[in-house]
């Protein structure tokens, strides 16, 4: 690896791997020796287990389309991407690791990143994977992917020889690298792609990736077959079956009657149950999501900063996590998640505090309370209408009516989508993430130059000298100077609170005991898999 | 009766006709945007324009109606926003399901409906009459997510006898026609029961029973099949109900359904796919009712003079 490599540490990650230690409990028909957790080589006589021909993933949605760039759900996207593979991941510390791209160098003074793909990866119709098929991929998720704002400071992509590719920007960019980690930037074979067309390629994609499809039965299942060329070795389970369980209560029986090996979007309720039955097990990675309230900063009441800090104060996030997420998600101090680069808790100063709260309701002129609307897409997160209930009812005691305005996504995005002056948009329950392991990545739509609709500026927030330092730290190369920007901006949003972070909602996966190192990113998809396997006891 | 068939059946084209437009023009009122569903939150307006463009969404309202009429009129459906897939194609098969789960619960509501209708009718205000109307009782205030959930706990968590969802073999059916035939069943039970009640009291009956016709042959041929008709109108109805009712079973039951498949149509907004399953559906209770009237005129020959 050559290279200005841009460390970027930290836990969190986009990719931490799970490796599952707790082997299933032996059935009481099996007569031979117990079997040792694994990687402790205390019963010698252990023989190799069976390993399941298949992995049966009850998975959250149906699958629309098999094409990472075109999908919406992120669910999805992960999906099919996987097939693709990825150019760059990020390892356990949120390092950029190479994977597709084997090297990098950065160019032009920052702005332009050269990358290096690996020579003699097979793709899954035979071809080597190409700098042509990377240029291609990559300007097809920035025409066609939900995710495109990801890599939108790169207006071009060119080939080189030997087998590179480099990235043109009009300024230097630094999170870049951890960017190109990003769930839905999957590379695919570009002759595929013009061979079966861009609105049929989901039906069949072909990339470089572990799986390739070989059934498809609409809202059923989708059967993936092992690779057997796979550039970083042959995966070692030979089918994955992905079945479409949609319904939360349904996936769980599911995995209960055996019916399936793993599944996830699991609620907190449900994990509890789960964790007690001796055949599961539960995993809970960290996740890189924040759910957060939104206020329209530019309209009253909440173009007043004391009522949106008094708001704060007025919500217990503590007892929220507590008693609705039992203690299975964390409070988020900052807008951007725990571990990412740049990270920091230090000012967020809104513990949970009644008596404050009424102090600013009086400072602000409101002593008797004021009340506002508050717009929710109820099921779009994991308890959303609980947290929601709880907080209204925290801030009747301090004289705040919220009036809760449930719509579904749709409905909601539409009306996200108006711009300012025609808005009546006060406050609503978003969540958000960062794509890249970056705090940059979570927090960066609050520059005003994303107001909706060029953006995810749903607060309309503008502070010029947030505005600056976004700018500033973006084009930043030393990381050093860019984690300083990077706290003094989370310090400036913990003043304004154009959002109040709420708490990071909890990924929360169940699955067979013998299911073992499945590779779990913090947003909430698989790794590659190729390491996956289920133990048969 | 050859007339009066082919009347009812030339008054489905203009039923179907009011659904298409009725349709179009109510999805179009919902709040929403599939092109911005496509693009997603972060997206430029540029490219949400683009799609708009692409899937036509941006022409007036009345232009879109006549492509999509013209289409319709060659037998086509159009193209899903969601998987740029033929409407068609993604229905076809998930309407196999769904025809599949209601006709088998339609059968078993019938006759679990009408037996314990019969029971309850024959002999009143005993044990079984109480029992059956209890049954029927549950049957109606069970929703079927509830029910469904319990039967998949019972079933394939604890005794492991079923499998807990999808389709692959007529056992995968057996769990969610029972609990769709639980949620109709009752109200089926509660007519035949009244029915027969009424025409027990008929002179008929009666005259009958004093020539001495044995029991059965006058609960059967003299009581039921004149009870038979308003059962019929039930009947049909709840088949609709079904269908309706099927959308839940698919997905406690994770069954690549029509039913599923609407709801995720209209969380997307994808308006052609919304379209052709309403369509289908449209079609299929038009269908039902048209066969509800002609069995009128088999069971009750007076019908079939008018």
Known sequence: MTSRRRPVRILMAATLAIALVVLAACSSNNNSAPTAPSGTPQTPEAQTPKLKETLVVGFPTDVATLDGHKATGLHLIGLGAMLGDWLVRLDANGNPKPWLAESWEWADEGKSLILKIRDNVKMHNGALLTAEDVQYSLMRFKKYSIGAATLGMVHDVQVLPGNKVKLLMNAPFSPLLPSLAYTGIAIYSKAAVEKAGDDNFGKDPVGAGPYRLIEQKKGEHVKLEAFDDYWAGKPKTKYIVIRALPEMGARVLALESGDVDLIYVVSPQDAQRLAKNDKLQVLTPPSARINRIYFNVQRAPFDNKLLRQAVAYAIDREAIVKNIFLGQAAVSHSPGPEGAFGYTGEYDVYKYNPDKARELLKQAGFPNGFSFKYHLAPGRYLLDQNVSEAMKAQLKQVGIDMQIITMDWGALSKYLELTVDKTDFESAFLGWRSTNGDVDSAIMDLHSRYWRPNGNNNSFYKNEEYDRLVDQEESEADPKKREVILKQMQKILMDELPVIPLYSEPQIWAAKKGVKDVEITPLTNFGPLHTAYVEVN | ?306
């Open chain 2, 1 to 306: 009766m050859g007339r009066y068939t082919v009347v009812r059946i030339g008054q489905i084209i203009p039923t179907l006709l009011v659904v298409t437009l009725l349709v179009f023009l109510v999805i179009r009122l919902i709040p929403g945007d599939p092109a911005l569903l496509m693009a997603g939150e972060s997206s430029t307006p540029e490219r949400v324009a683009e799609i708009r463009k692409h899937w036509g969404l941006d022409r007036p309202i009345y232009v879109q109606y006549a492509t999509y009429m013209k289409r319709l009129l060659s037998a086509d459906l159009g193209m899903s926003i969601a998987s740029s897939t033929r409407v068609a194609e993604e229905i076809a098969p998930r309407f196999l399901v769904t025809i599949k789960l209601a006709s088998f619960g339609t059968l078993i509501a019938v006759l679990t409906g009408v037996t314990l209708g019969i029971l309850g009718a024959i002999r009143k205000y005993s044990w079984v009459d109480y029992l059956a109307t209890v049954a029927a009782l549950l049957g109606i205030s069970m929703p079927v997510f509830w029910s469904g959930l319990l039967a998949i706990m019972l079933f394939s968590v604890h005794l492991g006898w079923l499998p807990s969802g999808g389709t692959g073999t007529l056992a995968h059916y057996i769990m969610p026609s029972v609990t769709l035939a639980l949620f109709t069943a009752g109200s089926i039970a509660r007519q035949t029961r009244a029915t027969m009640m009424e025409i027990m009291l008929n002179d008929y009956v009666r005259t009958a029973r004093a020539k001495g016709v044995a029991e059965r042959v006058v609960i059967f041929r003299h009581a039921l099949k004149n009870a038979m008709i308003p059962v019929v109108t039930v009947i049909g109805i709840q088949l609709g109900r079904q269908m309706g009712g099927a959308i839940m079973t698919e997905s406690v039951f994770a069954m690549p359904g029509i039913g599923r498949y609407l709801v995720q149509s209209i969380t997307s907004r994808d308006y052609p796919a919304i379209q052709g399953t309403i369509l289908v559906f449209a079609a299929s209770f038009v269908v039902v009712n048209l066969v509800v009237d002609m069995l009128y005129g088999l069971l009750d020959p007076r019908i079939r003079m008018e």
